[in-house]
């Protein structure tokens, strides 16, 4: 597996639609939110928008990267680092959200996606993340878990029971 993260720019234009397009097709809900809040068909307004630079109504600065498969040149997923979290964070957000699109999952990517994004957050000055994921989202658990996420609780949020998972980075 040769993977990467990177930054949108005009050059994955294409990249970006291709993987939007498979995943909305599905009707499932796109994670992280942060590549699902504003229509991608729209690129210079997405690619403007896509990252948050300042707090601002209870919304952190953050990062979003697409996860490259090099060796055929697509996206297969993307993170978004929360540079820190607020109290309502630390509830159920977490400081990373990820996501595998629908074709390329149960191969691995998730979990090598997620250490590479942790790579990020060190590089950030985040030395403890929160992940959090549903109780039922079993692959999404085991990837954080295969990344050293400690399981801290359970909690339910909206009728959702949710897991919180620690990984230390020292």
Known sequence: MNIRLVKLTKE???????MMLEWTGTGEKIVPYAIRKNDYRDFDYYLDHLEVT???DGIVPDTTMFCLDVERDIFVGAVNIRHYLTKEMLV??????????PSER?????????GLALKEA????????LMVC????????????????????????????EQRYWIDLN
């Open 12 to 18: 994955y234009k294409n990249h970006l639609e291709e």
């Open 106 to 114: 149960r191969k691995g990517y998730a979990t090598a996606m997620i």
């Open 134 to 161: 549903d109780k039922t989202n079993i692959g999404s658990a085991k990837s954080i878990i295969n990344n050293g996420g400690v399981l801290e609780n359970e909690i339910e949020v909206d009728g959702v029971v």
């Open 54 to 56: 300042q707090e601002k």
């Open 92 to 101: 159920d957000a977490g400081h990373i959200g990820d996501g595998i699109r």
């Open 122 to 129: 060190k590089k950030l000055g985040i030395n403890r993340v």
